[in-house]
């Protein structure tokens, strides 16, 4: 199911939340959504699950618009809030049941379908407590498996490991990576690694404004800078004449170069062609990654003034 965002825009007085952010999601995976505090994460989260009204802009999921459709398009969506509200008092199963009811789940069906997520999101050995009683990642999970109790298609989780300690954040990661061959999450994290280790693709939102939309493996190539590879022989050097104009070549190694070349110019197969044309044998090829941390700091990054 295509959810499709076209020019949203959010206005509270004269403060702009969002400024004109479109984008489509259109098949299963994991897409994070994010930016600095205040860029508009939770307030694009809430447009899109009907809490919140947006100034101007359209947001369709599949043949349903807002806010036409709100009640058939909140039946589609799956959502964990940054602040999971529950039920303290009640326990676990009970809760759940009754989320599925909410949603309009009766009898036997109900109970199966809660008896399955229960197993799915690792709450078989808490599932007779009370949520009250539960730590932080466990009620994190009820959360979760309440977002998944009608199988909506499309999830929205903010900040779903928010104060979680490592082994659940680990776990969690491993739940949302899992969940993505079979539905279309959009998540927010503070965590960088954590969206470089579990997304499909990436947005960067700062100042209301969509900076990037890309997938995971190519966002470095929206930005304007070189890009490097190592080069490693079986001892002797290349030739390195075939280089584009631009490319410099910088010995780190008895036999290892690091070659850098402007971006964009993808140069790993004019390397290999080389090293065969030339008969020199490559022991190593690769192409160093840019970390998403820096992409993130230079899309986001505030210009400081000079003083006068």
Request: proline share 6%; charged share 20%; aromatic share 8%.
């Amino acid at each position: 199911m295509q959810l499709r965002v076209s020019e949203l825009t959010k206005r509270y007085g004269t403060q702009w939340a969002l400024k004109g952010v479109s984008f489509t999601l259109d098949k299963p995976g994991v897409y994070g959504y994010l930016g600095p505090n205040g860029a508009g994460k939770s307030t694009t989260f809430k447009i899109l699950t009907g809490y919140l009204r947006p100034t101007s802009g359209l947001v369709e999921l599949g043949e349903w618009r807002l806010p036409t459709h709100k009640k058939a398009i909140q039946r589609q969506i799956g959502y964990l809030p940054e602040h999971n509200p529950l039920y303290l008092d009640m326990y676990v199963r009970e809760y759940l049941l009754f989320r599925g009811q909410v949603y309009g789940l009766r009898g036997a069906k109900l109970r199966q379908r809660v008896e399955e997520l229960i197993e799915q999101v690792g709450l078989t050995p808490e599932a007779h407590k009370l949520i009250g009683a539960l730590s932080r990642g466990y009620r994190q999970r009820v959360g979760l498996a309440a977002a998944l109790l009608h199988n909506p298609p499309l999830l929205i989780l903010d900040e779903p490991t928010s104060g979680l300690d490592p082994n659940q954040v680990i776990e969690i990661r491993q739940l949302i990576r899992s969940l993505g061959t079979s539905h279309q999450i959009i998540f927010s994290s503070h965590i960088l690694a954590e969206v470089q280790a579990i997304a499909d693709h990436v947005l960067i939102l700062h100042k209301g404004k969509l900076v990037l939309n890309a997938p995971l493996s190519e966002v470095e190539h929206h930005l304007n800078r070189e890009e490097e590879y190592l080069v490693e022989t079986a001892g002797e050097a290349l030739n390195w004449s075939f280089l584009p104009e631009g490319a410099t070549v910088e010995k780190i190694g008895v036999s290892l170069w690091c070659v850098r070349a402007p971006g964009g110019a993808e140069i790993r197969r004019s390397i290999y062609e080389a090293s065969v044309q030339q008969k020199v044998p490559l022991l190593r090829l690769e192409k160093r990654q840019l970390p998403l941390e820096e992409v993130f700091r230079q899309l986001t990054q505030e210009t400081v003034p000079t003083q006068a």
